[in-house]
């Protein structure tokens, strides 16, 4: 089955401790992107990657980092996570970049 | 940059038609799609527009006018599982891949 797989699908950390949040598609799509949804916001961008190690900043980058070293695979680290990184995390994998996209089942985190 | 409005709540009967409207700011336009959402769930892709027209896939519609920067989702014979949300998206050629999201308009069916 054609999918984006997220984990975890719930997470709740402590202030500062560094955690990871994986992301894999089994669809060959050279697209993938990272968003957070928060109420009354909509949908954020917050990385892309257009190929194996081609990323980019969207719109709310600060306070993650992301690597792309296999086409499948595209982890969100939280280096020292916030309370307001607080947020519903989804991953996102297309072929062609600007319409498309398959979307993982998201990730609640909470940050205490 | 990039900017969308579309109106924050819509609410119908069954079988009834109904029109999200969004209207776009962006440097370079490289087309508008439509996501839905239902609560608790993840969006899933409904169609695209690259050029000015109506995209018809069975009940759905969606529509661009690149000269007025605006498109719409049109929602026909509503059913009860039509109720979710409905975010358009633009994609701006002039800052690589970024993909950018509206507010969202949450849509109510009523029996």
């Known amino acids: 089955e054609a999918q984006v797989t997220q984990n975890p699908r719930y997470l709740i950390t402590v202030t500062g401790k560094k955690l990871t949040v994986t992301c894999s598609q089994n669809m060959n799509h050279e697209y993938m992107s990272w968003y957070r949804q928060d109420p009354g916001l909509g949908l954020r961008q917050i990385y892309y990657?257009?190929?194996?190690?081609?990323?980019d900043k969207g719109d709310v980058p600060e306070g993650y980092k992301v690597s792309r070293k296999e086409k499948r695979n595209f982890p969100l680290i939280l280096e020292s996570p916030s309370p307001n990184q607080t947020s519903l995390y989804f991953c996102?994998?297309?072929?062609?970049?600007?319409?498309?996209?398959?979307f993982g089942s998201g990730t609640r985190l909470t940050v205490v | 940059g990039q900017s969308l409005e579309q109106p924050s709540e819509v609410t119908a009967v069954e079988g009834a038609i109904v029109q999200i409207n969004c209207t776009y700011q962006t440097s370079g336009f490289y087309g508008l799609s439509w996501y839905q959402q239902h609560d608790g769930g993840a969006p899933t892709f409904l169609s695209y527009n690259a050029l000015d027209g109506l995209e018809e896939t069975g009940r759905f519609s969606s529509f661009l006018s690149r000269s007025d920067s605006y498109g719409y989702l049109l929602l026909q014979e509503l059913q009860m599982k039509d109720s979710a949300s409905y975010f358009c998206a633009v994609r701006d050629w002039t800052a690589g891949n970024k993909l950018t999201f509206g507010g969202g308009t949450r849509v109510l069916v009523k029996p």
């Open positions: 996102a994998s297309s072929l062609r970049g600007a319409y498309g996209y398959t």
């Open positions: 990657s257009m190929n194996v190690e081609v990323t």
